[in-house]
């Protein structure tokens, strides 16, 4: 495991933005497009206040969720909503939103055209992760309806799953998309995460979702 910790939240936050905008501007150099890859909940917006306004040639981002509730952005558990507050503003206002939601009753109503619209942007480039402390990550809750498909190396690139702890219906990129990435990281923050971290190299995939990135990503950790 790659792990690197930082003294405290802010350092983490600052370095990791900074990482994450030279990846992209070297794939830049030798690609016309590159894809960003976020995830929403609450410990990565600082990283995207200090993304937003680094020098990048954002018009050439595509800018992607990991995975999105299915709630309309006027819910405040929207990801997409998020992301519109945070990162898609300031220099990173050029970039290309892919969108994880369109509206309609239940996900799998409008797969097909999420799905052309991911696939459209694959491979993602730089892929930052978020991890629960029940050891999911992106939507790849452990005893999610449809978890060992989605983790299964033929999975499709998107799919939806319904788990008790996520709430509302999730749509979410699978482990082969996270896997294949160019450049993979793990944003985790305070002693519980880091403990459940720990557990999850020790458990089965399907007990533990995070396992399936562990060997690609850097992990970063602040108390
Ligand atoms: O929509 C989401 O909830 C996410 O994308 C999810 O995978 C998130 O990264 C983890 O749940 C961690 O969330 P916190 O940062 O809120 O702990």
Redesign the pocket.
């Known amino acids: 495991m790659n792990f690197v910790e930082y003294p405290d939240r802010d350092l983490l936050m600052l370095a990791l933005a900074d990482r994450i905008a030279s990846q992209l501007r070297r794939a830049l150099d030798v690609q016309e497009r590159v894809t960003l890859c976020v995830?929403?909940?609450?410990?990565?917006g600082p990283v995207f206040e200090v993304l937003s306004d680094l020098e990048l040639d954002w018009g050439r981002v595509n800018l992607l969720?990991?995975?999105?509730?299915w709630v309309d952005e006027t819910s405040p558990r929207s990801?997409t909503a998020l992301l519109r507050r945070h990162l898609l503003k300031g220099r990173a206002a050029a970039a290309s939103l892919v969108p994880l939601y369109l509206p309609a009753p239940a996900p799998e109503d409008r797969m097909e055209e999420i799905t052309q619209g991911v696939q459209a942007v694959l491979p993602l480039t730089v892929l930052l992760?978020?991890?629960?402390?029940d050891m999911?990550?992106?939507?790849l809750f452990p005893g999610a309806d449809r978890l060992e498909e989605a983790l299964s190396e033929a999975a499709p690139p998107v799919m939806a799953l319904r788990a008790m702890a996520a709430g509302e219906p999730?749509i979410t990129l699978t482990a082969p998309v996270l896997r294949a990435a160019m450049h993979c990281h793990l944003l985790i923050t305070g002693a519980q995460?880091r403990s459940a971290l720990e557990r999850a190299g020790t458990l089965p995939e399907i007990e533990a979702p995070v396992r399936t990135v562990l060997s690609h990503a850097t992990i970063h950790w602040a108390p």
């Not at 969720?65 to 509730?69: K, P, S, T, V, Y």
């Not at 992760?129 to 402390?133: F, Q, T």
């Open positions: 995830p929403g909940g609450t410990t990565p969720l990991n995975d999105e509730r990801n992760l978020g991890m629960g402390e999911h990550t992106a939507s999730r995460k």
